[in-house]
């Protein structure tokens, strides 16, 4: 069984920083811990109510062997989460 912890991901190095909205509540679907499959991941914000759907990217880091899931919608919405073995 896994269990999935948020990355924080702020792409302010260059830019203003602007407020960052929080993640309420957060369900992965169909994940395989295989490199380079994909899953859904659904996510919604603190003080919204509807659902938005992310197509998730796994991804294995060759040097420390840990796997992440990158989730991106057209919209821009993003994030990216760690896979923890439980």
């Not at 993003?78 to 896979?83: A, E, M, R, S």
Request: aromatic letters at 12%.
């Amino acid at each position: 069984m896994y269990t999935f912890a948020v990355r924080n991901c702020d792409w302010y190095k260059r830019r203003i920083p602007t407020q960052k909205k929080v993640f309420d509540e957060v369900i992965v679907r169909n994940f395989v811990l295989e490199p380079e499959s994909y899953c859904t991941v659904v996510i919604r914000y603190t003080g919204e109510t509807e659902f938005k759907e992310l197509t998730g990217r796994v991804c294995k880091n060759s040097v420390t062997n840990k796997f992440t899931i990158n989730g991106i919608n057209p919209h821009g919405d993003f994030i990216l989460l760690d896979v923890i073995e439980v």
